[in-house]
C-alpha cells in the first residue's frame, strides 16, 4: 500500500466516527505540515471547507494559532514526532481563532503518532482538541493560569531587568505591604524602600497595582 492509499484508508477509518467525539478531530500530515482531516465541529468553528483547509498546507498552523504559544508546545510535538511510537501522548494547551477578527479561545489538546510511511518514517498526527468552556469555575481557574503563563512569556524580558532586591520588594507590594512595614521586614530604610518602589515601577510600567500583582504572580514571587 502506498502513503497516498494509507492515508486515505487512514482518515476515512477516523472520520467514520469524528463526530461522535466530545473535541475537533485533526489529522496532521507530518512530511508536508498541511491537514489531511478535520472533523466537521472544527470545520465549523474555523469557518473553512475541507478542500480550503488542505489547501492551506503549512500556511495551517500560523492562520489559526496563536504563535506566542508554540515555544512551549512545540517541543513536546517534536519530542513525540522522534520517539516515532504509536503509543506516547502529548497533552497541551493552545489558542485558536478563525480569523483576526474574533477572539482566541484555548483549546485542551491531546496528539499522537497515528501513522508511519511506506520507509517507517512518522506520517500522521491524530489530534483531538476540545474548547475551555469559559462558564464553569475549575475552567476559570485553568483561563487565569494560562492568561499568567501568557503575561510571563510576554514580559519575560522586562522582569529580567529587575534586581533580587527589587523583587523581594515586588513581592511585598504585591502583598499589599507599605514602604515602612517592607523596610521593616527586609531590614531597610524607609527611603530604601521607596527608592526600590520607584525603580520597580519606572521598569515595569505597570498600569495600576493590580498588574503588579499579576507580575508577582506570573513569575512566582508569591
Known amino acids: 500500500m502506498s502513503n497516498e ?55 495551517y498552523h500560523t492562520r489559526f494559532f496563536n504563535p506566542a504559544d508554540a515555544a512551549e508546545y512545540a517541543p513536546k510535538i517534536w519530542q513525540l514526532i522522534e520517539q516515532n511510537e504509536l503509543g506516547p ?4 494547551f493552545q489558542q485558536v481563532r478563525a480569523n483576526a477578527h474574533t477572539p482566541w479561545t484555548w483549546y ?16 500522521l498526527l491524530l489530534c483531538v482538541a476540545s474548547p475551555v468552556q469559559p462558564e464553569t469555575h475549575l475552567a476559570m481557574r485553568v483561563q487565569r493560569l494560562l492568561d499568567e503563563n501568557e503575561f510571563l512569556r510576554r514580559n519575560a524580558a522586562t522582569f529580567a531587568t529587575l534586581t533580587s532586591r527589587e523583587r523581594e520588594v515586588l513581592r511585598h507590594l504585591a502583598l499589599g505591604h507599605s514602604s515602612p512595614q517592607i523596610a521593616q521586614t527586609l531590614h531597610l530604610s524607609v527611603q530604601t524602600a521607596e527608592t526600590h518602589r520607584r525603580n520597580i515601577r519606572q521598569k515595569l510600567q505597570p498600569q495600576s497595582a493590580a498588574e503588579l500583582g499579576l507580575y508577582a504572580r506570573a513569575f512566582n514571587l508569591v
Open 5 to 59: 492509499e494509507a492515508i486515505s484508508h487512514k482518515v476515512a477509518e477516523i472520520a467514520a466516527t469524528a463526530a461522535q467525539y466530545p473535541g475537533v478531530i485533526i489529522i496532521n500530515n507530518i512530511q508536508t505540515q498541511g491537514v489531511e482531516y478535520m472533523s466537521p465541529w472544527g470545520l465549523e468553528l474555523l469557518q473553512i471547507t475541507m478542500p480550503e483547509l488542505r489547501a492551506l498546507g503549512a500556511d
Open 89 to 92: 501522548v502529548a497533552t497541551f
Open 108 to 123: 485542551f489538546t491531546s496528539m499522537r503518532l497515528l501513522l508511519h510511511d511506506t520507509q517507517g518514517a512518522p506520517l
